[in-house]
């Protein structure tokens, strides 16, 4: 296993609409390995394949709560397909690729996705809240799509001015406490 890169916005790799994996074997095994390792060292609810650089379609996830330990709830993803959606959530959402913004993000609030796992079997997940909005950010990443694709345009404009100004500064701001990123 190997911590990756995140790639990080505006890095063009993150436009990309990645591949489907045509065979579960030994390369996308080990990268969900490393996935799964680096969203829990970030640390994150999700990360997609896209966000270190591999076009294939492979996400992780673990809405684990502040008291689970880590590794119960992990979903490793191959291929995953919005089947069904219903209903209508607002979250606040924050991703590993945008640093420093959260925005409220209008989702499905329940998803059915059918998947592969790694054990290449087929299966089904029901998500609702956090975990719909988990699986539909993440699938948006094999999409090429960022949360901030789907802002208005002038929170995107704020968003890369404040950008812009923290460069400048040659520095993060470090804030408070916020929920773990997408
Ligand atoms: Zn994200």
């Known amino acids: 296993m190997a911590l990756r890169q995140i790639l990080q916005y505006p890095n063009p790799a993150l436009k990309r609409r ?3 994996v045509e065979n579960i074997g030994g390369d996308v095994a080990r990268l969900v390995e490393d996935l799964a390792e680096t969203m829990y060292a970030a640390p994150g609810v999700g990360l997609a394949a896209t966000q270190v650089g591999e076009g294939v379609r492979v996400i992780v996830l673990d809405v684990r709560t502040e008291d689970e330990e880590p590794g119960k709830r992990l979903l490793k993803l191959i291929n995953p397909e919005i089947t069904e959606r219903e209903g209508e959530v607002v979250w606040e959402e924050g991703c590993l690729s945008v640093p420093e913004l ?3 993000v209008k989702r499905a609030r329940r998803v059915l996705v059918r998947a592969w796992t790694p054990a290449e079997r087929e299966i089904q997940i029901e998500g609702e809240e956090l975990l719909a909005v988990a699986l539909q950010h993440e699938i948006d990443h094999l999409d090429g799509k960022l ?3 789907r802002l208005s345009r002038l929170k995107r404009d704020l968003y890369r001015a404040r ?3 923290l460069a400048r500064q040659g520095r993060e701001s470090g804030t408070g406490k916020r929920p773990l990123p997408i």
């Open 18 to 20: 990645a591949d489907a």
């Open 102 to 104: 959260t925005a409220p």
């Open 147 to 149: 949360f901030l694709d």
């Open 163 to 165: 950008q812009r100004k």
